[in-house]
């Protein structure tokens, strides 16, 4: 595919007819999935795919991106200078 076909492509006006087969097809997948598998099934595979069941691990997740965040933070920020008051001169410095 070249950038110009990929361009014509999206900015082609959608196929209504192909849009509602897709939409049809999708619908009676859904339809299919809620009438013949069992409630638990879909529960725990809804809750797997959005991580809303399981806080621990929304928890660890978010705890582990805050950690990452912070130390991409600190990775390019200079060290904190010196206080001169605290400075250890030498001894034949001359004032």
Avoid: W
């Avoid at 965040?69 to 001359?94: C, H, Q, T, W, Y």
């Amino acid at each position: 595919m070249t950038v110009t076909a990929l361009r014509q492509y999206a900015n082609s006006p959608p196929d209504i007819v192909e849009e509602e087969r897709k939409e049809k097809a999708h619908t009676e997948q859904v339809l299919t999935s809620l009438r013949t598998r069992a409630f638990e099934d879909q529960t725990d595979e809804s809750c797997a795919r959005h991580e809303q069941g399981d806080l621990s691990r929304t928890v660890s997740r978010l705890l582990a991106r805050n950690a990452e965040s912070v130390r991409m933070a600190n990775i390019g920020r200079p060290a904190k200078p010196k206080n001169i008051f605290e400075m250890d001169l030498p001894s034949a410095f001359a004032y």
